[in-house]
């Protein structure tokens, strides 16, 4: 049973508009989430983080938002430009430095 | 550039067979952790070292081992491979292992990953 969940595989936006990734989990201990970007042929690199203490945590042009009671989280990209085109992950954990579970993952694809 | 090296790139080899993947972390990261991606596939948590010792365990098979070494760096070992062990494996390093100061500084949790082993089983 996936406890990470991001239910879209893919998503094509169109350049200069918003990309909204979204997440779902269902442990209820998860309360550190990520989220990782992943291009082809290279490892994932860190986006950005949000603790189970706030709702909203922004980064430049990325804003991740936590609903906790839904256990839902989603990732926005403001403008979304060609170069975010790639694969994200989603990713959780109970503690700091644990065991993070990561989702299946949503390829973004960002149109010129 | 994440400061991250694994060692193969690519790997090919036989059923049956055993390899070794070897991972270099960041300077002063202490926490090593290792993933399998298999096609189409999520990241999947195999086992994470910190600072030498095993800190914690998700789904690695008992043909799967690791260490992690006094230099830090980490190896994982797959033996009696399987077709179905041909996957990309990652490495990723990260400065802590243990709980930390919740919400103060969440960056301080964050992994660092390689740029990954893709193992062949043929």
């Known amino acids: 049973d996936q406890q990470v969940k991001q239910n879209s595989p893919s998503l094509s936006v169109q350049e200069g508009r918003i990309s909204i990734l979204n997440c779902d989990y269902t442990?209820?201990?998860?309360?550190?989430f990520l989220w990782y970007k992943k291009y082809p042929a290279e490892g994932p690199t860190f986006l950005i983080s949000i603790s189970s203490i706030k709702d909203k945590n922004e980064d430049g042009r990325f804003t991740v938002f936590l609903n906790k009671s839904a256990k839902h989280l989603s990732l926005h990209i403001v403008p979304s430009q060609p170069g975010d085109s790639a694969v994200y992950f989603c990713a959780a954990s109970e503690a700091y430095g644990q065991n993070f579970v990561f989702g299946p993952g949503t390829r973004l694809s960002v149109l010129p | 550039d994440s400061g991250v090296t694994q060692t193969p790139k690519h790997l090919i080899t036989a059923t049956g067979q055993r390899v070794t993947l070897r991972c270099s972390p960041r300077s002063g990261d202490l926490s090593v952790y290792w993933y399998q991606q298999s096609l189409d596939q999520g990241l999947q948590f195999l086992i994470q070292?910190?600072?030498?010792?095993?800190?914690a365990k998700g789904n690695i098979l008992e043909r799967f081992s690791a260490q992690q070494f006094p230099d830090l760096h980490s190896e994982l070992n797959l033996s009696s491979l399987e077709l179905g062990d041909s996957a990309l494996y990652f490495c990723?390093?990260?400065?802590?292992?243990?709980?930390?100061?919740?919400?103060?500084?969440?960056?301080?949790?964050?992994?660092?990953f390689g740029p990954g082993t893709r193992l062949t089983v043929l």
């Open positions: 990723a390093s990260s400065v802590v292992g243990v709980s930390g100061d919740r919400g103060q500084n969440p960056r301080y949790n964050e992994q660092f």
């Open positions: 070292y910190y600072n030498g010792e095993e800190r």
């Open positions: 442990n209820s201990m998860f309360d550190y």
